[in-house]
């Protein structure tokens, strides 16, 4: 029904950038809530950052200022700018939408993540 693909991940090193983007597809009505969690080895999955349809944003604390979320509504797409990369944001990124599809169903997809490696 819907496909979220992400890309943009790699092997950086501290202090560097990476810029992560997600491109949704397939039955798509409208787009909703946007957002990018994040999984390290052992631990669960959290949320990073999210970005609703009238781009207000929100950031869990440890990457505020470091990173930024924004979508191309017209592209169904969103990314995510990370800046001042650090050791302990190495993970696998997930892309995460809520959508609106041709049937009228509202649900939540996952992308299949990318791997971000911040190492010296």
């Known amino acids: 029904q819907v496909q979220l693909v992400e890309s943009g991940g790699g092997l950086v090193q501290p202090g560097g950038s990476l810029r992560l983007s997600c491109a949704a597809s397939?039955?798509?009505?409208?787009?909703?809530?946007m957002g990018w969690y994040r999984q390290a080895p052992g631990k669960q999955r959290d949320l990073v950052a999210v970005?609703?349809?009238?781009?207000?944003?929100n950031y869990v604390d440890s990457v505020k200022g470091r990173f930024t979320i924004s979508r191309d509504n017209a592209k169904n797409m969103v990314y995510l700018q990370m800046n001042s990369l650090k050791p302990e944001d190495t993970a696998v990124y997930y892309c995460?939408?809520?959508?609106?599809?041709?049937?009228?169903?509202?649900?939540?997809?996952w992308g299949q993540g990318t791997q971000v490696t911040v190492s010296s």
């Open positions: 397939g039955s798509i009505r409208s787009m909703y809530t």
């Open positions: 995460n939408a809520q959508v609106l599809i041709m049937t009228g169903s509202l649900n939540r997809y």
């Open positions: 970005i609703t349809s009238g781009s207000i944003t």
